[in-house]
């Protein structure tokens, strides 16, 4: 029997706004449409993982507001396990995303009772967390939750996979429990604490190096349309991005997570499991919102089989 991922992280309820471009600082722009939808990182990934086809329980809180209810119904009706996704007095975590044409966006999450998710209330999971095949983390709940699932990850020897976003100061002693860092490109820089330029293709690999010093095991750095870059001790593999008509780019690192942890799990190579999770990224893309963008197993296969890189990527 497969042993299920687990997600621990943020629920959220997405309020997207279409917009021309994102507003400058100070700006007030009109935009042309609105809509909801179910989001949220860590509720994300784990409706990705269920999309693909791949047992997975997620550990999280909701509001006793209007929005409580239906953002785990969202998961349940997914495929997700959401017996671990409970109530708290307040409201939802919710996210304010303006999306521009050609995808790109801009995101203000309020953690709401995201933020309830206390180092304490992992405790009755141990023996859930402790039979995981792999569990995987964001930043949207407290560090000091991340800080305490990634200590009983290394007690349980259950591989972590944390996806460093939204970014922030992580100490080294958490990223020697880390086996997969998942940065995107802001992220990374946040994380080497340097003020150069941004990863591409080319600078990944030492920005990967840097990281591995930090005492993570293997890294994933997220390149957004020029691709991804995955690294260990081993070495690295570079992986161009698929080419596909992007439309709107919201949970796209979710959906490359939710993809790596599952090939792996499956007993890929780093590459082929890179190769998968760009599938799977490439594809939430071409579809509005954050969790109705997540692709079905079949989808990933056609793409893999008649799909071809970006030439963005090759030419990086
Ligand atoms: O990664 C995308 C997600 O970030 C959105 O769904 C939003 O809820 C924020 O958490």
Redesign the pocket.
């Given at each position: 029997m497969l042993k299920p991922i687990i997600v621990v992280g943020?629920i959220?309820?997405?309020l997207v706004v279409g917009v021309q471009r994102l507003p400058k600082p100070g700006e007030t722009l009109t935009g042309h449409d609105f809509e909801t939808?179910f989001?949220?990182?860590g509720?994300?990934q784990a409706v990705a993982i269920a999309r693909l086809g791949y047992p997975v329980q997620m550990i999280g809180r909701v509001g006793d507001d209007a929005f409580g209810p239906r953002l785990r119904g969202a998961l349940q009706q997914a495929g997700v396990d959401v017996r671990a996704v409970r109530p708290v007095r307040g409201a939802s975590?919710?996210?304010l995303?303006a999306t521009e044409r050609g995808g790109q966006n801009s995101?203000i999450?309020v953690p709401g009772s995201n933020a309830a998710l206390t180092p304490a209330d992992l405790e009755p999971y141990a023996p859930r967390l402790q039979c995981a095949g792999m569990i995987l983390c964001q930043l949207?709940i407290p560090l000091s939750t991340v800080e305490r699932l990634a200590e009983m990850a290394g007690q349980f020897q259950v591989p972590l996979m944390l996806d460093p976003?939204p970014a922030r100061a992580l100490s080294s002693r958490l990223l020697r429990r880390v086996t997969w860092l998942t940065p995107n490109e802001s992220e990374a820089v946040a994380l080497c604490a340097t003020s150069g330029p941004r990863p591409t293709p080319a600078n990944a690999p030492s920005m990967a190096d840097a990281l591995l010093r930090r005492g993570v095991r293997n890294v994933a750095l997220k390149l957004g349309a020029q691709g991804a870059y995955l690294a260990n001790a081993l070495g690295g593999v570079y992986i161009p991005a698929w080419r596909v008509t992007a439309v709107d780019c919201?949970?796209?690192?979710?959906a490359f997570n939710a993809g790596l942890a599952i090939a792996l799990m499956e007993g890929a190579t780093m590459g082929q499991a890179g190769r998968f999770a760009a599938a799977v990224a490439a594809l939430s893309t071409t579809q509005p919102g954050?969790?109705p963008s997540m692709p079905t197993r079949a989808s990933v296969r056609r793409l893999l089989k008649h799909g071809s890189p970006a030439a963005a990527s090759l030419s990086q």
């Open positions: 943020s959220n309820l997405d939808f989001g949220g990182k509720a994300n975590g919710v996210a995303i995101i999450v949207e976003a919201t949970a796209a690192g979710d954050a969790q």
